[in-house]
């Protein structure tokens, strides 16, 4: 099983980075995909997930608005465009695969958004 994330990067304020996870090794199309994201000495907090089929989507409320979540079943790949980037968008964000008896996560990818 392999969650590859990539995209990560330094962007100022108010720009964009879209992050991407390769997946591999399970079957994709049947998971909750989810992003998170973990700044230094925080918690690690969801910012949005997509379920199986694309149809069901959700962000956390410092996402909403600039955040879009999107998956190709077809290319087993999970994205995430982010716009309107903030300083406090700055964390590693990991990609995280749900299924009913497993969870795999991805190394992760560093954003890191300057002002």
């Known amino acids: 099983v392999q969650l590859v994330e990539s995209g990560g990067g330094l962007v100022q304020a108010g720009g964009s980075l879209r992050l991407s996870c390769a997946a591999s090794?399970?079957?994709?199309?049947?998971?909750?995909m989810r992003w998170y994201r973990q700044a230094p000495g925080k918690a690690r907090e969801l910012v949005a997930s997509?379920?199986?089929?694309?149809?069901?989507?959700n962000y956390a409320d410092s996402a909403k608005g600039r955040f879009t979540i999107s998956r190709d079943n077809a290319k087993n790949t999970v994205l995430l465009q982010m716009n309107n980037l903030k300083p406090e968008d700055t964390a590693k964000y990991y990609c995280?695969?749900?299924?009913?008896?497993?969870?795999?996560w991805g190394q992760g990818t560093q954003v890191i958004v300057v002002s």
């Open positions: 995280n695969a749900a299924m009913v008896m497993y969870s795999y």
């Open positions: 090794g399970f079957m994709f199309r049947s998971a909750v």
């Open positions: 997509i379920n199986s089929a694309g149809g069901n989507i």
